[in-house]
């Protein structure tokens, strides 16, 4: 899913690519940070418009590698029980990998209307002047977000909503006053709609690299931060599963958390 660019290079690379794979979407906006939420939406749109028989939309950014096999079985077990999953003997799971009592939400997800992703709840806006800090693309006015706290949403470098949750967003969202950020964006359009988000263990977003086979334990669904060689060789990696890796995954991710919020 891509914008313009005024780079004929690139714009020359893309069609080269889209030639050969036919995996490009590019549509008529300027393609950049400030204008994600409407990529976003148009992904959904176009999603729900060519892909009515998919039962759900994976939306995630190109530095996150996803462990298909087992978001693929995170998937096919949700459909099984058509209902909130919980994965069963989280003791017995922990106690086979070898976890501490302090990691056992590694082996747990749950999903509440086939909503899969990292919430993020109780955050504020950021209003300080971060012109000299990493956090300054996210810097809001009171004039653009005027609430003291976002909804409860979604981090936006991936996550999964049911077919039917998409068409609706894509439904509210022209009467949802546009927000640039698009993650808490889709927050508000979900809660115009009145859904309830719940976290899900193992979309994790990660301040620096782990180890190669810690991105392929069953219980880790999507790894922030890869670029494109190190999602090679993840990708290539023999791993046997075992739970020092989630145990890894799981201490990054939540010193990303306490460090955001």
Known sequence: MLGLTNNATAQNDLKDESDVYHDIVQYEFVDSYKNLTIKTILGFQHAVKYCPKAKFILKVDSDVY???????????????????????????????????TNVLEIVKTQAKNGIFGLLLNDSAPFRMDASHNIFQKWVVSKSEYPRDKYPDYLDGHGYVLPINVARELVQVSPS??????EDVYVGLCMESLGYTIEHTSGFLRLPTPVTTCSHKNTHV?????VNASRMRTVWEAKCHDHGLAAIELANWNNRWIKMTT
């Open 221 to 225: 669904y999507l790894v922030h931060g």
């Open 176 to 181: 949802v006053p546009f927000f640039r950020l």
């Open 66 to 100: 996803v462990n298909v096999p087992a978001i693929s079985h995170l998937l096919h077990n949700y459909e099984e029980n058509k209902t909130e999953l919980h994965i069963p003997n989280v003791k017995e799971a922990a106690t086979k990998q070898q976890m501490p």
